[in-house]
């Protein structure tokens, strides 16, 4: 296993903790901060053949990027709507990241199954009929561009 990789994974909790608290601060200071951001500064950080580990680049996240971000998770953020960093959304993308499954297939994994559960627990959500189906898409601008799409159709 290559070192830098190596070495993250022996300290991988200690590391997701670091980011859990990241991610804990960011959301507690939403209500402070202002929407708009600064600009990150003109010095860029040079790639290495080693890289920087996950401790080097969440350093560097923190330090260079963090306050260049809008606040759109925020209360007074009201421009495009990008999403909703709320727990169980956080949770949610966390675990999709963990578990790495395609749903593809029903071969090897629960995956399709589960989303067949969750499209599911939607539609009952929304009183649509049994016959009423649906399928999941890699994110915000792929929905739109089904939704389009059948819309035309």
Same mark, same amino acid.
């Given at each position: 296993?290559? +070192?830098?990789?190596?070495?993250d994974?022996?300290? *991988?909790?200690?590391?997701l903790?670091?980011?859990?608290d990241?991610?804990?601060? @960011?959301? %507690?200071?939403l209500g402070?901060?202002?929407?708009?951001?600064?600009?990150?500064?003109?010095a860029?950080?040079?790639?290495?053949?080693?890289?920087?580990?996950?401790?080097?680049?969440?350093?560097?996240?923190?330090?260079r990027?963090?306050? *260049?971000f809008?606040t759109?998770?925020?209360?007074?953020?009201l421009?495009?709507?990008?999403?909703?960093?709320?727990?169980a959304?956080i949770?949610? =993308?966390?675990?999709?990241s963990? !578990? =790495?499954?395609?749903a593809? @297939?029903?071969?090897?994994?629960?995956?399709? %199954? !589960?989303?067949?559960?969750?499209? =599911?627990?939607i539609?009952q959500?929304?009183s649509?009929?049994?016959?009423? +189906?649906?399928?999941f898409? @890699?994110?915000?601008?792929? @929905?739109n561009?089904?939704g389009? %799409?059948?819309?035309?159709?």
């Open positions: 296993m290559y +070192s830098r990789l190596e070495a994974a022996t300290r *991988t909790p200690l590391l903790q670091e980011v859990r990241l991610a804990v601060r @960011s959301l %507690a200071e402070e901060q202002a929407v708009a951001t600064k600009r990150p500064g003109s860029r950080s040079v790639l290495t053949a080693d890289g920087a580990g996950l401790e080097g680049a969440l350093r560097q996240f923190q330090n990027w963090k306050h *260049t809008s759109s998770p925020g209360p007074r953020y421009g495009f709507v990008v999403g909703g960093a709320t727990p959304a949770a949610g =993308d966390w675990l999709t963990v !578990f =790495d499954q395609n593809m @297939s029903e071969i090897g994994s629960g995956a399709a %199954a !589960f989303e067949r559960e969750t499209l =599911d627990w539609r959500l929304l649509l009929p049994a016959s009423q +189906s649906g399928a898409v @890699s994110g915000a601008t792929m @929905s561009d089904v389009l %799409a059948i819309a035309r159709e």
